[in-house]
């Protein structure tokens, strides 16, 4: 194992609202991506990473069937989309923002890359 | 449950040049600075400066060559008429403000109201339905 990878190397991502809370939807390009990201991408480094935000809380919801997990960031959008005063009062830019994420690179990370 | 909390505005100039992150901050400082000497204060606000990382403050990485932002600035509060003094405060830092300050073609921001939810449940026997039907412009009054 040498060094780290985005996320976006192996996952896409999308992110939305639903009242003041967020979800952040990351989905596996691979089986084996899919298989690392369920080990490496648990609720606590996901609620480390989006900490400068606030969450409350953070759960997670297991998808297997199309390769993804599902990220409920709980009280995260600052009032939600009624009442935050951010420009993004809806959550949507977190999605790209998780796939910024460093992670360690894996042994067999050609295998999880998008195919061509 | 849909219920009427206070009022909000936003408002948003572009500061560009060298520095234009700093300015832009120190124009929102000023802009409050002044609301204050004014004898206004507001329950929330937030400075944006789109461009330099903040749609996700603390999350993007932050770069120092940013030579444009959108500076967006929003209040909250429950005095429409503190509100509306914000939307009044944006104007003059076009021609009082640092040099480079565009994008304030728009007019001034216009107060709006609040109308926020409470997800809950509420027992059967607590509520009397009642059904009103009136034009939307009354139901703020």
Known sequence: MTGTVRLGDLAHARSGDKGNHANVGVIAYTQAGFDYLRKMLTETRVAEYFLPLKPRAVERFELPGILALNFVLYDILAGGASRSLRIDSQGKTLGPAILEMLVPAPENIDVMRKPR | ?141
């Not at chain 2, 234009?20 to 944006?48: D, H, K, M, P, S």
């Not at chain 2, 480079?100 to 997800?119: C, I, K, Q, S």
């Open chain 2, 1 to 141: 449950m849909a219920y009427h909390d206070g009022y909000t505005a936003s408002g948003t100039l572009v500061l560009s040049g060298r520095n234009a992150e700093r300015n832009a901050r120190q124009a929102a400082e000023t802009i409050f600075a002044r609301l204050q000497q004014a004898g206004y204060c507001y329950t929330r606000t937030n400075v944006e400066c789109v461009g330099a990382g903040d749609s996700l403050p603390g999350i993007w990485p932050r770069s120092s060559d940013v030579w444009e932002v959108l500076l967006r600035v929003s209040v909250h509060d429950s005095s429409r008429e503190a509100v509306e003094r914000f939307a009044s405060e944006l104007a003059p830092l076009v021609t009082a403000g640092p040099p480079g300050v565009t994008g304030y073609a728009n007019a001034r921001p216009r107060p709006r109201p609040v109308l926020a939810y409470w997800p809950t449940t509420i027992s059967r026997e607590s509520v009397s339905p009642v059904t009103i039907v009136k034009p939307a412009r009354e139901w703020l009054t």
